[in-house]
């Protein structure tokens, strides 16, 4: 099937990074495979981490088929781009379906982009993982890679107002190297190396990021532990759960309700 709108969305992405004069920073993009099957799983901090992440599979001439909340399939607007870019929608209702529809899609020879955290975080640190990614992986016998982003957050973020118009900003994209899902008879144990190995990525992106906060104020888009003004990550945590009370004001009275709903 030919791609009519995933080129063009590129194209014009690429150009404006070029009038906003984003420092792009892409390391480890030689990892993705050029063809076959792949499961990029990124950190999430910036609605905008798709579009970036897609970026760490170009240098492949790969195109990464992002799964992602079903509403943005059913926008006016976003819904006809995301069908005509052929990715994967996850009704949180009907998730079997979603997977099925990744996992058909990387023995087809894809690559799959996935968010791991399923929600950005809000303290800009790697939040516990869904197993989902690594998950599909085994069952689709394809490589997993990491992905580090940051900066992204600087543009558009949970809690923060939208700044798409900013200038100069440094993005970092990190592609880490394959995790073979056969080294792994325990799929627990390959999701927790690939959340250690982001881990690592992010914090490598983090120290090494050229800006710093201009002010004060400005430090909102650094985590605590790095003297920024970002929530911890417990209190990220008490701020997700208070979101899943307002969405859904009755959810204390059930069952498991204590249960993350990301």
Request: proline share 9%; aromatic share 6%; charged share 25%.
């Amino acid at each position: 099937m030919p791609e009519l709108v995933y080129p063009p969305v590129i194209a014009a992405a690429k150009t404006m990074f070029r009038v906003l004069d984003l420092k792009l920073t892409v390391e480890g993009d030689h990892h993705v495979p050029r063809t076959g099957g792949a499961v990029l799983a990124s950190n999430h901090v910036s609605y905008l981490d798709f579009i970036f992440c897609g970026l760490g599979a170009l240098e492949s001439r790969r195109l990464v088929r992002f799964m992602a909340k079903d509403s943005v399939f059913r926008h006016r607007v976003s819904g006809p781009l995301m069908r005509g870019m052929r990715h994967i929608p996850v009704d949180r209702r009907a998730g079997a379906d979603s997977y099925a529809a990744a996992v058909a899609a990387l023995r087809s020879g894809e690559v799959v982009g996935v968010f791991p955290e399923a929600t950005i975080s809000r303290s800009f640190t790697v939040k516990e993982f869904k197993s989902g990614a690594t998950r599909m992986a085994r069952e689709a016998q394809v490589p997993v890679l990491p992905v580090a982003l940051w900066g992204t957050q600087r543009l558009w973020t949970k809690g923060r107002p939208r700044t798409l118009t900013r200038r100069h900003t440094p993005i970092t994209i990190l592609v880490g190297e394959p995790m073979d899902p056969a080294a792994y008879p325990d799929p627990t144990a390959m999701t927790e190396d690939l959340r250690t190995r982001l881990t690592a990525l992010v914090d490598r992106a983090q120290r090494e990021y050229p800006d710093q906060p201009a002010t004060p104020e400005d430090r909102w888009w650094l985590p605590a532990h790095l003297g920024g003004s970002a929530p911890t990550p417990q209190e990220a945590l008490a701020l997700d759960a208070g979101d899943r009370r307002s969405a859904n004001p009755g959810a204390a009275d059930l069952p498991g309700a204590d249960r993350s709903s990301g």
